[in-house]
C-alpha cells in the first residue's frame, strides 16, 4: 500500500469511528490538538449527511418527531455514503428502518420513508413527454381493443397501511401533526411528475388495479374486462374514459401502441 | 502589480464580478440581476435526469455566462477515478458550455466512502505526482484546462515535505491546470496552522489564478471553520486587497453555501468587492 492510501484510509476511518483518538499521521500544534482538529471532520461530516437527509424526509420527520433526530444519528453510523452525489444518500433509509431495531417495530416509519423517497426520486427523474386527450382521440376505433398505453416511468405506487401521505402532506403545509391511523386494509399511493410537479394521492381499488395491468403492458380491451368484474359490464367502459381522461389530464401517459 | 489580465498565457475570459447559483436565489436572480455578471453553478446539483433543476439551469444558461464548480471530482483519493462521475461532469460541460469547469485539490473519500467533505492531501512528492497525472487524464477527458481551489483544512500531516503553496503551484506547473483562489480559505488555513497568507498569495504561480472566491467563515474555539455560511470578514477583505494588488484583474464571487441572506445583501457584497478592486486595477493600468 502506497503511503498516500494508508493516510487517506487511517483518516476516513477516524472521521467514520468518531473515535477520540487521532491516527499518527496527522499532527497537532500550539494551536490545536490533532484530537480537536479530527473532531472538526467528525462532526462535519455527521452534520453533512443528517443535513441531507432532512430535505429529502419531510413526512418522515413530521411523523417522528423528536425520535427523528436519534433516527438519522443511527442511520449516519450504519450507513457510510457510497455515492459522489449527497442527493442518493437517503435510497437506503427506507430499508434500514424495516430491518433495524427499535425502527422496525414501527413500520409506519419504513413506509412514511418509502413514501418521501419516491417523492423525492420523481423529483428529477428523466423528462417525459405526456399525451393528451386530443391525441388519443385520434386512434382509429377498430385500434382501441389492441392499444397498449405506455405511463410515464416515473411513476411509482408505494403501498400503505398507515395515514403516511397525510404526515408529508402536513409536512409539506406546515399543518400540525395528524394522527396515526392504521387503515383495514392496505391503500395505493400514486406518485408522479407532471412537467415539473410532483404529484401523489391515494388510488382507489379499481384504478389501482387498471393501472398495474398498464403498467404490465395489458391491452385496452384487457383493461375494460378488469374494469367489468369490479363494476359490471354497464359500468366498465364509462369508468375506462374516465381513468383515461384522468391520467391524460395528469400528464400520466407518454404514449401507446396500437 | 504583478500581472493584468491579457499577460496571463494560460488565459480565459475574464468575466468581472458574480455570485453563485443557489435554489434560494432562483426567482430573484432572475427578477433583478443587478449588477451580477456571471455566476457558478454546483456541477453535481444538475447531474440528474430531469425536472426542475434543469429547467432552471436553461432559464439561467440564456441570461448569464456559468462556470461549473464540482465538489465530487475526489483528484487526490487513491481510488480511481469515477468514470461513471467523468462522463456525467462531461455531458454536463457539453450542455452548459461553461466558460470553465473547476473543482478541488483534495479527496472527498477511499475504499467507495464518499465523506462529502474537501479533505485535505499530505504536501509529498508522492501525493504530487498522483494528483498531476489525475488532472491530466480529468483534462484529457474534459478537452479543457480545469481549475483547482484551495481547500479550507483543520489537519495537517506528519508526512508533508512542501508547504500548501508550493504543493499547490506544483500541481499547477506540472499538470498544466490553472487555479481557483479561495481568498477566505487562504485565510482559515493560515490562522489554522500559522502561516502567512502572503507567503501564500506570493508563493503560487501568479499567471495561472484565474478565478476567486470570497466566502466567510465561522470563529470555533481554537479553530477558525470554514462555513462560507457568513458574511465576509474584514480580515478576508484585506487578503483580497492584497490579492488584486497581487494578481490584477481576476473573475471575482461571492459563494455563500449556507444561512442565506436575501439576494441583495449578497449583492452589496460583491458591490464591495468591485469598490475595493476597482480603484486598483484602473490606477495600474
Ligand atoms: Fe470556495
Redo the contacts between chains.
Keep these: 500500500m502506497?503511503?498516500?492510501?494508508a493516510?487517506?484510509?487511517q483518516?476516513?476511518h477516524a472521521?467514520?469511528a468518531a473515535d477520540s483518538i487521532p491516527p499518527?499521521?496527522?499532527?497537532g500544534?500550539?494551536?490545536?490538538s490533532?484530537g480537536?482538529?479530527?473532531a472538526?471532520?467528525q462532526h462535519?461530516?455527521r452534520v453533512?449527511?443528517r443535513d441531507?437527509l432532512k430535505i429529502e424526509f419531510g413526512g418522515l420527520q413530521c411523523m417522528a418527531g423528536k425520535a427523528f433526530e436519534n433516527l438519522l444519528d443511527k442511520y449516519v453510523a450504519a450507513h457510510?455514503?457510497?455515492?459522489?452525489?449527497?442527493?442518493w444518500y437517503g435510497a437506503g433509509l427506507a430499508a434500514f428502518l424495516d430491518y433495524a431495531h427499535p425502527w422496525r417495530n414501527k413500520p409506519q416509519l419504513a413506509e412514511m420513508a418509502r413514501l418521501d423517497w419516491a417523492i423525492s426520486t420523481a423529483?428529477?427523474?428523466?423528462?417525459?413527454s405526456s399525451k393528451d386527450i386530443a391525441e388519443l382521440s385520434a386512434v382509429p376505433p377498430e385500434a382501441w381493443a389492441g392499444l397498449r398505453l405506455s405511463l410515464q416511468k416515473n411513476l411509482q405506487i408505494v403501498t400503505c397501511l398507515f395515514n403516511a401521505a397525510a404526515y408529508r402532506r402536513a409536512a409539506d403545509r406546515g399543518d400540525t401533526r395528524p394522527h396515526l391511523r392504521r387503515f383495514d386494509t392496505p391503500r395505493q399511493i400514486l406518485v408522479w411528475?407532471d412537467a415539473?410537479t410532483v404529484h401523489y394521492r391515494t388510488l382507489e381499488n379499481d384504478e389501482w388495479q387498471v393501472l398495474v395491468a398498464a403498467l404490465r403492458g395489458e391491452t385496452f380491451a384487457a383493461l375494460c374486462e378488469l374494469l367489468a368484474a369490479h363494476r359490471g359490464e354497464a359500468a366498465a367502459m364509462p369508468r375506462m374514459v374516465a381513468l383515461l381522461q384522468h391520467w391524460l389530464a395528469a400528464g400520466m401517459v407518454q404514449g401507446w401502441t396500437l | 502589480m504583478a500581472m493584468t489580465s491579457n499577460e496571463r498565457p494560460h488565459s480565459l475570459p475574464y468575466l468581472g464580478y458574480g455570485l453563485g447559483l443557489r435554489v434560494e436565489h432562483y426567482e430573484a436572480l432572475l427578477a433583478d440581476p443587478g449588477r451580477v455578471e456571471w455566476l457558478e453553478i454546483v456541477s453535481e446539483n444538475y447531474m440528474v435526469q430531469g425536472g426542475l433543476p434543469l429547467i432552471w439551469l436553461d432559464r439561467f444558461r440564456e441570461r448569464f455566462p456559468l462556470v461549473m464548480h464540482g465538489v465530487s471530482l475526489s483528484i487526490g483519493s487513491t481510488d480511481p477515478l469515477d468514470e461513471d462521475y467523468l462522463s456525467r461532469l462531461q455531458a454536463l460541460a457539453q450542455r452548459v458550455e461553461p466558460a470553465w469547469v473547476s473543482d478541488h485539490l483534495c479527496w472527498t473519500g477511499v475504499q467507495g466512502v464518499n465523506l462529502h467533505d474537501l479533505m485535505p492531501l499530505p504536501y509529498t512528492e508522492e501525493a504530487l505526482e498522483h494528483v498531476v497525472s489525475r488532472v491530466k487524464r480529468v483534462q484529457d477527458t474534459l478537452k479543457r484546462r480545469i481549475l483547482l481551489e484551495n481547500v479550507s483544512s483543520y489537519v495537517t500531516f506528519a508526512d508533508s515535505q512542501l508547504t500548501e503553496w508550493e504543493f499547490l503551484g506544483a500541481v499547477a506547473e506540472r499538470a498544466d491546470c490553472l487555479i481557483l483562489l479561495d481568498i477566505n480559505n487562504v485565510h482559515v488555513s493560515a490562522m489554522n496552522h500559522g502561516f502567512s497568507s502572503m507567503d501564500y498569495l506570493r508563493g503560487i504561480p501568479a499567471e495561472r489564478v484565474q478565478q476567486f472566491h470570497l466566502a466567510g467563515y465561522e470563529q470555533g474555539e481554537q479553530l477558525i471553520i470554514d462555513t462560507h455560511d457568513a458574511p465576509v470578514s474584514n480580515a478576508v477583505w484585506d487578503l483580497y486587497v492584497e490579492a488584486v494588488r497581487h494578481f490584477g484583474r481576476v473573475s471575482t464571487m461571492i459563494e455563500r453555501d449556507d444561512n442565506f441572506p436575501p439576494l441583495a445583501e449578497l449583492r452589496a457584497e460583491l458591490e464591495h468587492a468591485r469598490a475595493l478592486a476597482e480603484p486598483l486595477l484602473q490606477a495600474a493600468a
Design positions: 502506497s503511503s498516500l492510501q493516510i487517506q484510509q483518516l476516513l472521521v467514520l499518527p499521521v496527522i499532527s500544534n500550539a494551536i490545536a490533532a480537536d482538529r479530527l472538526i471532520y462535519g461530516y453533512r449527511l441531507a457510510p455514503s457510497e455515492h459522489y452525489n449527497i442527493r423529483f428529477d427523474a428523466a423528462d417525459e411528475r415539473t
